[in-house]
C-alpha cells in the first residue's frame, strides 16, 4: 500500500483543526500537520487574490484518497478547495508502515 503526503490550504486555524482532527479520528490519515502564515498567491474568477492561509500535510495511504478527498470537500468552506496528493517514494519503512496501519479501516 502506497503512502502519499495530501496536501490542503484551509483559511484559517480554526477550519484546519477541525479537518485534521477529523481526518485522524476516521482513520484517513495517520497524522496530519497544521502549518499557519502561510500567504497565498492566485486566480480566482479572473483576479489575482492573496490570502493568508494555512496549510495542512497529510499523510495517507493510496487506499484512503478518494474518500478523504471527498471528506475533506465536505468540510471545507471553500467552492473549490485545494486538495492534492503526492506519492512518498522514501522514508523510515518503520513509518512508512505506521503511516499505512493508521490510516486504514482495516483494523
Given amino acids: 500500500m502506497g503512502v502519499l503526503l495530501a496536501l490542503c490550504t484551509c483559511p484559517d486555524s480554526e477550519f484546519a483543526d477541525a479537518i485534521a482532527t477529523d481526518l485522524v479520528e476516521q482513520q484517513l490519515a495517520a497524522c496530519v ?12 474568477e479572473g483576479k489575482i ?11 495517507t495511504t493510496e487506499q484512503q ?35 499505512s496501519t493508521c490510516a486504514s479501516h482495516d483494523k
Fill in 49 to 59: 487574490e492573496r490570502d493568508a492561509e494555512v496549510l495542512l500535510l497529510i499523510k
Fill in 33 to 44: 500537520n497544521i502549518l499557519p502564515g502561510l500567504t497565498s498567491v492566485y486566480r480566482w
Fill in 65 to 99: 484518497i478518494e474518500t478523504l478527498t471527498t471528506r475533506v470537500h465536505e468540510l471545507h468552506p471553500y467552492d473549490l478547495p485545494e486538495i492534492i496528493a503526492v506519492p512518498v517514494t522514501r522514508g523510515l519503512p518503520q513509518y512508512l508502515e505506521w503511516v
